[in-house]
Structure formats: C-alpha cells, structure tokens
C-alpha cells in the first residue's frame, strides 16, 4: 500500500520539529531546505561577533535525521506551491503531497526600504553572520590605516538599528569587542574609543520583557559604553551612515535588527496574509479551505488570547510538532486538535555575565541570569559536539575576554564604494 507523502518546506525549528514527531508514523516524508544546514539563529549574533564559528552553531540536516527511516531531505529551493494540484515546485522538479507542512520562516524587512539592505545588513542566515563579521573586524582594519580624524571616528561608529532581543545582544557583543577584546591589538587607534549606538523606535528597548528587566538591560548596555536610544525612528541610511531623529550619525558599520516579514513562500498559497507577510493559520494550524495544507513557525499568524504569537523558536517547535501530530490524526481519520501555545518564557543576553530572564514568576538579570540563558541555549543546541565546542568556546572567552573567531573572509573591500 503506498503511504500517505508529507511534504515539509524548511528544516528550521519548525520544520526539523514536525518531521521527528513523525518518527514512526505511517508515512513517506520528503524534507526540503533551500540550506542543507539546520541554523541555531539565537546565536547567529555570536557568529557575527566573532565568539563562535558556523559550525558551532549549525548542523546538516540530513545528519540530524540520519536515524530517521520515514523521511528523506533534499537540497532544493522552493519556488512556488499549487494547492490546486497538491504539488510543490522547486528548483529541480515538482513534488506532489498529500500533506503538507510550510515552515519556510521570516526574512529581514526594510520598512518599505530594500535599498536599505546593502547598507545595513540584518542576522538571518549563516552567510549574513559571517557578512556582519567582516564589515565590523573589517572596519576596525580600515581606523587604523586611516589618517583623518573624522573619517577614522566615522569608522569607528557602529550603529544597531532596532532593539530586540537580537539588537540588544548586537550593541552588547559589540561593547565587548571595543572595550575588551581589541583593546591591546591595535597601535594607532584606541578601539575602546568606538562609538556603539542602538536606535530603537518604539518607546522601550526589548519591549516584550517586564519594564523591570528592560532598565536592567539599558543599564548593563551603558556599562558597555553603548549609547542607547529610544523613541528614535531611522529616516535615512546612505554611504556616510544614517538619520535617526532627525541627527544623522556618520557610521561605516550599520546593522540591522529591526523588521522582519514572513517568507515570501506565503503569498503562493493564496489565502489572507497579515501585515507581516504571514499566513492566517486555523486554529489547527491548517489553512481555511485546504486542511491538509499546515503552516508553522515565523509565517503562521496565529492569535492566542487576543494576541498574535510571537515569531520565537518555541512558538515555531512547538506548532511543527502540532501540525505533525494533526497530520497523524487526518491519516487515522480523526478530528484535529486546536493548537496551543505554552509559553516558557523569554532570555536575552548583554554581553558577558549579564542577561535578563523573564520566566513566569521568575525576573532575574545580572550574573545569575547569564549562567541561566548560558545552560538553557547549550541544552538546545542540535548535537553534542555543538554543546561541547560553544560551552568550551564560551569558557575560554569568559576567561580570557577574548573572542577566537576574528577572521575577516570573503574579501577585503567595502559592501559598499567610498570615494
Ligand atoms: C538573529 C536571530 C536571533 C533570534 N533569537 C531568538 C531567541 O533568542 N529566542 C527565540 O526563541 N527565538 C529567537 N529567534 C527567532 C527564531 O529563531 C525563529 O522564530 C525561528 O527560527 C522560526 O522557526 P521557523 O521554523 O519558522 O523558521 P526558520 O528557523 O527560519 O527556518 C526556516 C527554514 O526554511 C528554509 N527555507 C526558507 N525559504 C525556503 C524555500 N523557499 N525553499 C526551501 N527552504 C526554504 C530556510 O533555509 C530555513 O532552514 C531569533 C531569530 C534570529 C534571526
């Protein structure tokens, strides 16, 4: 009898978490990633500040399931999907399903800006880490050739533009870098001197966490020399840097971690999409007119008590393996079960030995808190020598304030040409 194939598009947190609970089931499965790595991105930031190397922080896919008898993965890049005929078109064939799971996530997004993008590169992919790495280690190269004061001072101004979790854990990295790691390296400049400026728009930096642990991260942001700046919405960015509150701050390096909005895989499946680009997902997580069609992740737009859920790794795990458990339900012929969300929380980290926990009724920062985010992203991190390789990586830099990675690669010339 032939199986029921599932067809699952992304092996990221979503993706990678349907097909392992359907280990077992009664089913083919074909997963296809545009990557043919599964990417931890909370700690891409720490890849594009030079503290870990790619390969601490990703893994092959096909290795990760390589237990896995039921599922095959694919190296392939999804172009378009056609509900109508039950068929996934990549890059190489056309793939029909009888299920399906879209777990495609989210891409960086400019606010009506994409000129913007080559000037203020944003922390999605491995490629962009290691883009965000040269630019920094890159322009620290350029100070010090440089003669001109000001041309050196401008080179020496990092500017973080938004201030999230990752902005914040960027200005962070960041501070260290100046303050700490390169301050014995260089002869004719002082890094510490470097100017860090986060720019965040809304009132707040890391707006989902209590007003408690936002001070806390404020304050242990300008112990690292960071400027930190609320309420102050980006107007410009261009070759001399960017317009913020209507200041403009002469910058080289310029990062982004502001938008984001969901893969663009959304729009084929023809059905409403929020604001973000995202896909109004059922309460089963399966679309309205096509319930063998699920979505998880960064491009489901599911509303949970009257709030949309956040796009975080948890929500995205958590939703694969729901819409993995509903296919095994529609195999069996059963009725789906709603989708939801238990919330264990939000972590975000400042630099060495502070970070903020917002745990139920657990809000903690500080030294403690680090140690807690420290041990919760080594216990999910994908294999065992990943756990090893970042907490000895993270041992030594506590240590000795050091960051191992600081190699510039991909060339030596601005993204971007200066007269
Ligand atoms: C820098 C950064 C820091 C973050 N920090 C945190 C944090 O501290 N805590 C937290 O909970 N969350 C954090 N997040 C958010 C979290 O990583 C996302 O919510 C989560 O990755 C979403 O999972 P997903 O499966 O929806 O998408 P992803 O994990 O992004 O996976 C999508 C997969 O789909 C593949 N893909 C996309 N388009 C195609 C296509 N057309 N064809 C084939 N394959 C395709 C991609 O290659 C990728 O492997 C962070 C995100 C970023 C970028």
Avoid at 34 to 45: I, S
Avoid at 72 to 99: G, K, M, N, Q
Avoid at 371 to 399: M, S
Avoid at 413 to 418: A, G, M
């Amino acid at each position: 009898m032939d199986l029921p194939r599932v067809v699952i598009i992304g092996g990221g947190f979503g993706g990678l978490d349907a097909a392992r609970a359907l280990a077992n089931a009664p089913v083919r499965i074909t997963l296809l990633d545009r990557h043919n790595h599964h990417v931890f991105q909370p700690l891409l930031y720490q890849v594009a500040t030079a503290a870990l190397s790619p390969g601490d922080i990703a893994s092959p896919i096909r290795w990760i399931l390589r237990h896995q008898q039921n599922v095959e993965v694919l190296l392939a890049d999804v172009r378009t999907i056609d509900p109508a005929s039950r068929t996934v078109v990549t890059d190489h064939e056309t793939l029909p399903y009888d299920y399906l799971i879209v777990a495609t996530g989210a891409a960086h997004a400019y606010f009506g800006h994409p000129e913007w993008a080559s000037r203020a590169p944003g922390l999605k992919t491995l490629d962009d880490a290691l883009e965000m790495r040269r630019r920094v280690l890159l322009a620290f190269e350029a100070a010090e050739r440089e003669t001109d004061p000001a041309a050196q001072r401008r080179l020496l101004t990092f500017v973080i533009i938004g201030g999230g979790p990752t902005g914040v854990e960027l200005a962070g990295a960041l501070g260290e870098i100046a303050r700490q790691t390169l301050r014995q390296d260089f002869r004719r400049i002082h890094p510490e001197s470097s100017r860090i400026v986060l720019l965040e728009g809304g009132p707040h930096l890391l707006s989902a966490f209590p007003a408690k642990l936002r001070d806390a991260a404020g304050v242990s942001l300008r112990q690292l020399g960071v400027e930190v700046r609320t309420g102050t919405a980006v107007t410009a960015i261009d070759d001399d840097g960017v317009v913020a509150g209507g200041e403009r701050i002469p910058a080289q390096t310029i990062l982004w971690a502001a938008g984001v909005a969901a893969s663009p895989l959304a729009a084929s499946l023809g059905v409403p999409l929020d604001r973000a680009g995202r896909v109004a997902a059922e309460p089963a997580l399966n679309l309205a007119g096509h319930p063998e069609i699920f979505v998880a992740g960064d491009i489901c737009a599911f509303v949970q008590d009257g709030k949309p859920l956040p796009g975080v790794a948890q929500v995205a795990k958590q939703q694969g393996a729901h819409a993995a458990k509903n296919i095994r339900h529609a195999v069996r012929g059963e009725a789906l079960e709603p989708f939801h969300y238990v919330n264990f929380g939000n972590v975000a980290t400042i630099g060495r030995g502070a970070a903020v926990v917002d745990i139920g009724p657990i809000h903690a920062s500080g030294w403690l808190a680090w140690l807690f985010w420290l041990f919760l992203h080594i216990f999910w991190l994908v294999g065992f020598r990943n756990r090893a390789a970042v907490l000895g990586e993270w041992a030594w830099a506590y240590v000795t304030l050091q960051r191992r990675i600081r190699l510039i690669t991909g060339g030596q010339v601005w993204p971007v040409s200066r007269e």
